[in-house]
């Protein structure tokens, strides 16, 4: 029975890719590098009872956050990115120009229903979020690879690919970067934006780390660049309030914020109204800068002692990046080792018991680039857990080199 | 600039609509007999504020609340909708087969997900809930009418467009349903159970009203009948639990729950997870059994208001149907009255200032049918304003229908 219909195939592998990354993450004997989240401490637990106490108790307000909310997103919490998180990166935006999506994904997805025909090429970094992938593969697009470096999207090879393929969307994720931890430079930001305009391509710019810094300066999001209304800033709460919520939001231009609330309205009516207020009530209360602050502090210290662990442990040869932010630094091993295979031993050896995500599934163009690749996520353990999970896992892959000898 | 894909331009139509149906509703001078919630006082306000407080406070709950979630939704409240929701029908089902939806409208943007390509057929009634034919108009889909009578979708007419348009979904709303308050008999479910398996059809089953019954007997779900797992059975928490909290859930077989589960993820990770919860906790600690019989007290005596008011203040020749719960009554005007035109003038008109939902929309096959229809909403005011805005909606009918004489 059942005729599925042909999106259900293009997005097997991706997802299948996903299901795999995250199988051995909930073992509780393995340390996980594996994930995207923050650390647990950062979870604003205590901050959220308070404010539900408190406005389900304000005359009226309950019986409002329980009803049906509006297909935009509730507007305290759009006045909240327009003042609180676009305003202070020197974008100036209006309220009616976002709209809160179920998460940093929906974005994806309802930026492919508005765009996205069967066949259409989307523009992707070289690694990229397979996430992202999988919801593109969904639409029936097809992904084609941007070079990188370490400042990111490499803007010559991007627009060779623009004249060649004619693409629909340019999909970057420009401040510490999934997979890879790096950060687009500000000339590329500029020169990113002038291409959407130049070539009437739509840049979708997913930012959802950019608010997790913890050194080197502030860059101005290339939507600030956009002078054409090409480029569609996403970003999300997920790392600076809590992913559980699943609140996101998108700016964009009048046109394409009206025909995503009509995708919006046909896909699940609204977000969840109840994690939007608890949200808008979260800033308009103050809390989020010392909030910032402790989250900031916590990663930086993890991120210091993954760097300096895989600097101390793993073999000569190694390359990773320095993320200034967010959650993933991205090692290139040295030698023939195979991340994938690597990953199925140190989940399983019981002197390593350490998980990553291998390489390989974050390249669109296949054929094996990144098989010697691995990200890790110092978001979700403590300083010394990372020390000895460093510690171990560099110690299996020294050993693994000295078989190749 | 901005090339929108073709499925922007076929769902503009409905996506109208439903803005149009929307507008007059905000207007606090209005009464609205428009929309479809329920009664505000259903709304557990203080029962959400005392479970955020008490669970927050749990040892580890609160982080666990705010980090990501499964894709598949909270094991706690797909347990509730087998023992809670489900058994009590006579549905055997297991939680593995139960995927949680954000709202009942996220069902069925992905059962278009994993079946619709563009120009495939979905059959629905005459007629049928626009907000979903948005959706699958956004898909592409071709939707083509299926008479109904006052026992629901006409099973003679079902079984020769199944044979004549070779559908991929049939669409039903089986109880109390959207606009028209008619409910499917049982004969009738067992019968288009039967046509799903006979004919490799899916049927898709949106049951949200089905537990907000005020008179008459429960009957059976068309999955109940199901033996070769072609029905889905989509149900949502707007009417019993929020509308605002934006969960819904889907009894399917294996198979479908999988691909499924991909569809989602591609779509927004998952539905957040403290309005699941909190929903779980809701039924876990018993509040619900006190909580449906107030919904059903204060429903009852709305729809008794409005029944009895049509019948006493609409002019002679009107048909209405006696809904034995949810929401909506249909009601059939004599004359050549437009309610369209109608719609403007009672929410303008200082004497009368009373909106409905005009019975247009809900036609897919177009060309006038339903123009002297309305759907009228008796969840949203108290039983005396609904007989004061009948009666002004009634005398504004009864001097119209002078005019034309």
């Known amino acids: 029975m059942s005729k599925y219909a042909k999106r259900m195939k293009t997005m097997e592998e991706p997802a299948n890719i996903i299901k795999g990354l995250f199988s051995s993450m909930n073992d509780p004997d393995v340390t996980s590098f594996g994930g995207g989240a923050i ?16 406005i389900m108790t304000v005359e009226g307000r309950g019986y409002e956050i329980l009803s049906y909310g509006p297909v935009i997103g509730a507007k305290d919490l759009r006045e909240v990115v327009v003042k609180e998180l676009l305003a202070p990166k020197g974008v100036q935006a209006n309220a009616d120009n976002i709209i809160i999506t179920t998460g940093g994904m929906e974005a994806m997805s309802l930026m492919c229903q508005l765009f996205i025909e069967p066949g259409d090429v989307i523009l992707v970094e070289s690694p990229t979020f397979v996430h992202s992938v999988e919801t593109f593969s969904m639409f029936e697009a097809k992904c084609i690879a941007v070079e ?18 004619n693409p629909k969307i340019v999909y970057v994720i420009p401040t510490f970067q999934n997979p890879t931890g790096r950060t687009l430079s500000l000339e590329r930001r500029q020169k990113i934006a002038e291409l959407g305009s130049k070539y009437d391509v739509i840049i979708l710019e997913d930012d959802p780390y950019r608010d997790i810094r913890y050194s080197g300066n502030e860059l101005l999001p290339i939507k600030a660049f956009d002078k054409t209304g090409h480029t ?45 207020i608890i949200c808008a009530e979260f800033f308009k209360r103050g809390y989020y800068p010392e909030h910032h602050k402790l989250l900031c502090d916590i990663h930086r210290e993890r991120r210091d002692a993954m760097i300096e662990s895989i600097d101390k442990f793993f073999p000569e040869g190694t390359k990773r990046t320095f993320p200034d932010g967010g959650l993933f630094t991205w090692v290139e091993l040295p030698g023939g ?25 974050f390249f669109t163009e296949g054929n094996g680039k ?20 460093i510690e171990r896992l560099g110690n299996l892959i020294k050993s693994k080199l000295m078989e190749e000898l």
């Open 148 to 165: 990188m470096d370490d400042d990111g999207m490499v803007t010559e090879d991007l627009e060779e690919k623009i004249i060649k393929y």
């Open 39 to 54: 650390a647990k401490e950062c979870l604003p637990v205590d901050i959220v009872r308070e404010i539900v106490s408190d």
């Open 337 to 361: 080792i195979n991340t994938t295979e690597l990953l199925k031993e140190s989940t399983l050896n019981p002197d390593v018991k350490v998980s990553f995500v291998a390489g390989e599934g």
């Open 232 to 276: 569609v800033l996403a970003n999300s709460f997920s790392k600076i309030f809590s992913p559980g919520s699943r609140i996101g939001y998108v700016y964009a231009n009048d046109d394409i914020i009206s025909k995503m609330t009509d995708a919006k309205s046909a896909s699940n009516s609204h977000t969840s109204l109840l994690p939007q």
């Open 370 to 389: 990144g098989s010697n690749c691995m990200r890790l996520s110092f978001g979700g353990n403590p300083a010394d857990k990372i020390r000895i999970g």
